[in-house]
Structure formats: structure tokens, C-alpha cells
């Protein structure tokens, strides 16, 4: 039989290698400088490590072999994991967000010239 959380950890897994394959996919041009390249190869790393950090979790409570009650007992022990999905969201966040305020991102024209 099948564990569900392997199920799961698996669909995690495919789910962060089309996330790589489909952010490098992506066209880089309007990226302007170094600065640029590195917070988006940061983004779509931490794009990935989403999905892979949800695979791990799902292996992590594929190691506990109890049931029930006992169960929720086992995995409490694993809380300390939210902290590593929290590192990648985190860092989505603030390299998609320096990643718009950048100069090839939507806003108003450098110069500041704006249509009246």
C-alpha cells in the first residue's frame, strides 16, 4: 500500500521541478544588470524550494509511524521545519517585490515624466 504523505511528497516534487522548468523559461530581457539576474535566479529558487520544502515535509511525517492521537504527539517534534518553508516563502517575497521596484519593472518612466 501506498502512504498518502509519499503520494503527496512525490506531487510536491514534480510540482517544484515544473516551477524551475517553467521560470527558466521565462524570457530574461527586461532584466537590466547584474542585480537583476541575481534576485531573479534567488526568486525562482525560492519559487522551487516552495514546493520542495512541501515535499519535505510530507517525507518527514512519512517517517512517523504511529497513529492517531500518538501521531499529532510524533509530529509535534517536527515543528521546527516550518522555519525552512518559511526561509524560500520569505524569499520569494522580497526578491519578486525588489524584482517589480527595479528599473525594468512596471511603473513610472525614470525620467518622471508621466502622461497627464
Do not use: C, K
Request: glycine content about 12%; cysteine-free; overall charge negative.
Amino acid at each position: 500500500m501506498i502512504d498518502v504523505e509519499l503520494v503527496a511528497a512525490g506531487l510536491f516534487a514534480l510540482l517544484g521541478v515544473r516551477s524551475i522548468v517553467h521560470w527558466l523559461r521565462h524570457p530574461i530581457d527586461d532584466l537590466v544588470g547584474r542585480r537583476d539576474l541575481v534576485l531573479y535566479a534567488l526568486f525562482v529558487v525560492a519559487r522551487a524550494g516552495v514546493w520542495f520544502g512541501l515535499m519535505g515535509l510530507f517525507l518527514l511525517f512519512a517517517t512517523v509511524e504511529t497513529q492517531g492521537r500518538a501521531f499529532t504527539d510524533d509530529a509535534a517534534e517536527l515543528n521546527w521545519y516550518v522555519i525552512v518553508l518559511l526561509v524560500p516563502i520569505a524569499l520569494q517575497f522580497v526578491t519578486g517585490y525588489l524584482l517589480g521596484r527595479s528599473r525594468g519593472g512596471p511603473g513610472p518612466p525614470p525620467d518622471g515624466d508621466r502622461a497627464a
